[in-house]
């Protein structure tokens, strides 16, 4: 899969923190980071004057931060987003300079926007970026970002939640499939969503935004819908999983919750589709190997 991907994962470790220090040693990778002699020096006096092996709560102080993993789970990057009253500020830096180019970039904005919109609720997302940085200036724009205000020194671009949750309809990210859920379906995950589940179903709702939603009755047989059985490739493990709703989940028994990584990752998908997905510890590669039953398809509109 040559697509560009990134998950962002909100655990810092130590080893991410020196990972970090070494990055912001770089003057190319700094030159337009206003505040990177601070980042440095703080990250620094953390690692210096704690001994733990997650740093995590001391990296969110005044906001959210977030490490950027490609594929094969090496970090890349850093995207920070600070709210401040209904807006959120992101700031991202891909660090090693061999990974520039390889549009890693654009996928952590978008990685960013979905932690923006639908897990910190922002009304609109800003990113100040310096007026010669065009690398940056074009992911952005090129992300639906919208010139804002400038300076001679500085341009400010930012995205509003009503214009982002149009283009996710309108424009799907390049490593990822158009997913199609029934109506009904969305129905009961929008009550399932809520009842406020836990920290991760903000997941859950962008897949369902994304979505394109259809007739349970012209649904085609080879999707993935809620209580379809399918068979699926796991990275290299085969398993045979029944896609169900929380309160009657049963890992031992093969029914997994929508609510669950894998589960949210496979709804709407269809026979023959492959996709990485993060789990909480690594990402996964995934491919939807035959769905073998779907309750459309068998005339079970009831379930």
Excluded at 108 to 136: C, H, P, T, Y
Excluded at 232 to 257: C, F, I, M, N
């Amino acid at each position: 899969m040559n697509t560009p991907f990134i998950s962002l994962c909100p655990e810092i470790t130590r080893a991410n923190a020196l990972t970090l220090m070494d990055w912001l040693e770089d003057e190319e990778v700094t030159r337009y980071l206003s505040d990177s002699r601070h980042v440095s020096r703080l990250i620094e006096q953390v690692v210096g004057r704690v001994q733990l092996p997650i740093l995590t709560h001391l990296f969110n102080q005044g906001g959210r931060f977030f490490m950027a993993y490609d594929q094969h789970d090496v970090p890349v990057g850093f995207v920070r987003l600070a709210k401040t009253g209904p807006d959120c500020e992101m700031v991202l830096v891909i660090g090693d300079r061999e990974n520039w180019g390889r549009k890693l970039g654009a996928s952590a904005i978008r990685e960013g926007m979905k932690f923006a919109f639908f897990e910190m609720r922002a009304e609109k997302l800003i990113a100040k970026i310096q007026a010669d940085n065009v690398r940056s200036l074009n992911a952005f724009l090129h992300g639906g970002f919208l010139l804002e205000s400038e300076t001679l020194a500085m341009k400010s671009l930012a995205m509003s939640s009503a214009r982002y949750l149009r283009l996710l309809r309108e424009r799907p990210a390049l490593h990822t499939a158009d997913i199609h859920i029934t109506e009904i379906d969305k129905a009961r995950l929008r009550n399932l969503l809520d009842l406020e589940l836990g920290p991760d179903v903000f997941e859950l709702e962008h897949e369902i935004e994304r979505a394109i939603v259809v007739d349970p009755r012209k649904v085609a047989e080879d999707v993935v819908t809620m209580n379809s059985r399918a068979l699926l490739q796991v990275d290299d493990e085969e398993v045979e999983v029944t896609l169900v709703y929380p309160e009657v989940a049963d890992d031992r028994a093969g029914k997994l919750s929508i609510c669950s990584g894998i589960g949210t990752a496979i709804l709407g998908y269809k026979e023959g589709d492959a996709f990485n997905w993060r789990i909480p510890n690594r990402t996964c590669h995934i491919r939807i190997g035959k769905v073998l039953y779907q309750p459309e398809a068998a005339g079970d509109f009831h379930l």
